[in-house]
């Protein structure tokens, strides 16, 4: 569970990258959308979700929408986790005491969020939910006046939703 959701306030919150920058919510918004997705690498749900949060990142990514990945494991286990899941977005690590998320209110992962330039939650997933990252996709195409593409293949099996 989270405590935010569609139309709350994203909470700020300011992140060290793998890439050794800091990654800070409110200067990323300013320049557009931002996608947040908190993970633990151990999850079976994350592992399962990340390759289509990198499809959504290859399409959408750049250009005024950032994509942000905040591991709730350390440097090295988040390394590999990229690494095995073929994420090449940026990944942060929160800390310990994990403030990010608990500012968020997370009970589960993985937990995304989608957020306006104004702070606004526009989308909040849990889990694994096939229609919340169509609602994503849309979302960022009508943003960037893209045609919709479908996120999944017609030929692919894949279920409508995995709980965290």
């Not at 849990?126 to 849309?138: N, P, Q, R, T, V």
Request: net charge neutral.
């Amino acid at each position: 569970m989270t405590t935010i959701n569609a139309g709350h306030r994203a909470p700020a919150f300011s992140l060290k990258g793998l890439d050794v920058q800091e990654y800070s919510l409110d200067a990323l918004r300013e320049k557009g959308p931002v996608f947040v997705a908190f993970f633990k690498v151990s999850c079976p749900v994350c592992q399962f979700t990340f390759p289509f949060l990198e499809r959504l990142y290859k399409q959408f990514g750049g250009d005024g929408v950032t994509f942000l990945g905040v591991s709730q494991d350390d440097a090295r286990a988040t390394k590999d986790f990229a690494r095995q899941y073929g994420v090449t977005f940026p990944i942060v690590l929160d800390e310990k005491g994990y403030p990010a998320s608990n500012a968020y209110g997370l009970t589960m992962v993985p937990t995304i969020f989608l957020a306006d330039t104004d702070g606004t939650v526009k989308v909040s997933s849990m889990g694994f939910s096939k229609y919340d990252l169509e609602k994503i996709a849309s979302e960022l195409a009508d943003r960037r006046h893209m045609p919709r593409v479908p996120l999944f293949q017609p030929n692919e099996s894949v279920p409508a939703t995995r709980p965290g």
